[in-house]
């Protein structure tokens, strides 16, 4: 059974960390494509960063860039989302999906991914 299981969210204040997992199951991450999203309430699902299973080409959303780092660990079949500097914006249940084919700039995409995890919250409030 194919499943992502993302973990890591939590409440954090302004200016902190978080590190978000996504543990594969049924299937081996490293030749897909990850992607990492978000929701705030009230808004669009928005594409935060992306990991290539080619050659590991990561991309951000300009909100995020120089505070989020993607990356992953194929032995372990989970992809991290490092997050700095947390900023109050930054509010919403996370998400990691996966495709198997190569998105460039189509990344940001949702509708491009296959399966998805059921989502971690991630407060950033003082």
């Known amino acids: 059974q194919v499943q992502l299981v993302e973990s890591g969210g939590g409440l954090m204040q302004p200016g902190g960390s978080l590190r978000l997992s996504c543990a594969a199951s049924?299937?081996?991450?490293?030749?897909?494509?990850i992607g990492w999203f978000r929701q705030a309430p009230g808004k669009e699902r928005e594409g935060v960063s992306c990991?290539?299973?080619?050659?590991?080409?990561?991309y951000y959303a300009d909100s995020v860039k120089g505070r989020f780092t993607i990356s992953r660990d194929n032995a372990k079949n989970t992809v991290y989302l490092q997050m700095n500097n947390l900023k109050p914006e930054d509010t919403g249940v996370y998400y990691c999906?996966?495709?198997?084919?190569?998105?460039?700039?189509?990344?940001?995409?949702?509708?491009?991914?296959?399966?998805w995890g059921q989502g971690t919250q991630v407060t950033v409030s003082s």
């Open positions: 999906a996966v495709t198997p084919g190569a998105l460039g700039s189509a990344w940001v995409n949702s509708y491009e991914y296959i399966y």
């Open positions: 049924g299937f081996t991450l490293e030749y897909y494509n």
């Open positions: 990991i290539s299973s080619s050659d590991g080409t990561t």
